[in-house]
Structure formats: C-alpha cells, structure tokens
C-alpha cells in the first residue's frame, strides 16, 4: 500500500525567500504524485502533478517539484515566496493503476512573514 | 464551467442524529471520491464510485457511514448516529475517468460537520 510522510508540520518563511516543502512516498512501482494546496477554508486545489517523463515538473504559482526515484522523494519548491502562498500544503500518491483515490501526508502549514 | 460543489458547507449537528452531505461532481466526471479530513490530519480516504461499477466502500470507518451516487452524478454521504468522532471537513471529489492514469481529481470546498 502507499503512503506519503511529509516531515515538517509547519514552516514559516520570509516573503521573497526561497521555499522547499519535503515529501516522501513508499509505492513499490513508479507512483503518480501530487501537490495539492488548501487555503484556509477552500478546498484544495492541485498545484503539479507527476505521472512519467521530465522528473522536474512546473505547476501553477511559480512552483516545481522534483521526482527522485533514488531518494522516494518529491519536494516542493518555490524560489521566491509571496504573502498569498501561506496554506497547508499536501503531497499525494497514486496508484500507478488508472483512478484510484489517493493516499495523502498530513500536510505543511506554511506562514509567510513580512 | 462549474467545479465541484458541496452542501451544506457547515453543518452543526446533536450526537445521535444522522446527517447527509451532499456532493456535485463536475459534469461528465464518472468518478467521484469522498474523503475525511479530520482537525491535524491529512485526507482519510473513504468511498469511491466509478461509472456504474460497485463501490469501493474500504476506507468506510464503520457501517455508521454508507454513501451513494444517483444517475451517476449527484452523491450523498450519510452518517446515522453521529458520534464526536465524526467531527471533521468531508471532501468530496471528482475526475473525468474513466480508468484514465493518473487523471486529476478536482476537490469541492468540504463540508464541514460538527457534532456536539
């Protein structure tokens, strides 16, 4: 079965500093991977997604993330942080079978500060 | 056009009642998926409809909770003889299917429930 740790519970950053949000998965085939982003009471909405190909993956709001197979990772990344990027944060994995539900980490809390 | 929609957004409720949530999956999405999101946790899987195939019912936490999916659109989740424990923002969400790899599911605002 799958399952996703991210390890950090909340991470708070300058505004204009660069942002890296960790993920790890354990899938025993090439999983598909998410990062989905929830501001405070909206529901969440995908950011990047990874199924094959390019291992480095842009998505919406200037953010990317990079699938290592070696290290069971996809972290999140963003070089310059904006106020309006404070949300939880989740990664996500998905059964490499077609539409499955996915499994989730617990989620980042990311506060941004002046 | 429109995204995924839930109602009731808030529901406050006594222990003991049943509830129903209710979810609008996109039209022409054939899966629909509800999940838990629970005060500190991630999204807790709990049923899946596909088209007209059964449902996957696995990540149901007790026979309190059941669900179903009319005309292949509209879904409801009941919950009878809610407990505290039931507390938490049900998400409901869809994607185009069907069986298509890895195919993006769209996520509605959540109800959420408070059970006293």
């Known amino acids: 079965a799958q399952s996703v740790t991210q390890p950090d519970i909340h991470i708070t950053v300058s505004e204009g500093a660069s942002l890296e949000l960790r993920c790890n998965y354990s899938y025993g085939a090439t999983p598909y991977l998410f990062w989905y982003v929830q501001s405070p009471g909206q529901g969440l909405q995908l950011l990047l997604k990874?199924?094959?190909?390019?291992?480095l993956v842009q998505g919406i709001k200037g953010f990317e993330a990079e699938f290592k197979r070696s290290q069971s990772s996809f972290n999140l990344r963003k070089p310059s942080v904006h106020w309006s990027d404070a949300a939880e944060y989740f990664c996500?994995?998905?059964?490499?079978?077609?539409?499955?539900?996915?499994?989730f980490g617990k989620g980042t809390r990311l506060s941004v500060i002046a | 056009g429109a995204g995924v929609s839930q109602s009731p957004s808030n529901k406050v409720t006594e222990k003991g009642k049943d509830v129903e949530l209710r979810c609008d999956p996109i039209?022409?999405?054939?899966?629909l998926y509800w999940y838990r999101q629970s005060l500190g946790q991630g999204l807790e899987f709990l049923i899946y409809f596909q088209g007209n195939s059964a449902p996957d019912k696995s990540g149901l936490p007790s026979d309190r909770f059941s669900a179903e999916r009319t005309g292949g659109s509209v879904s409801t989740l009941t919950i009878q003889r809610t407990q505290q424990e039931d507390s938490a923002v049900y998400l409901c969400?869809?994607?185009?299917?069907?069986?298509?790899?890895?195919?993006?599911?769209?996520f509605g605002p959540g109800t959420r429930l408070t059970v006293l």
């Open positions: 996500a994995v998905g059964a490499n079978a077609g539409n499955t539900p996915l499994v």
């Open positions: 969400a869809s994607s185009l299917g069907p069986r298509l790899a890895g195919d993006t599911q769209y």
């Open positions: 990874y199924f094959s190909g390019d291992t």
């Open positions: 039209s022409g999405h054939t899966a």
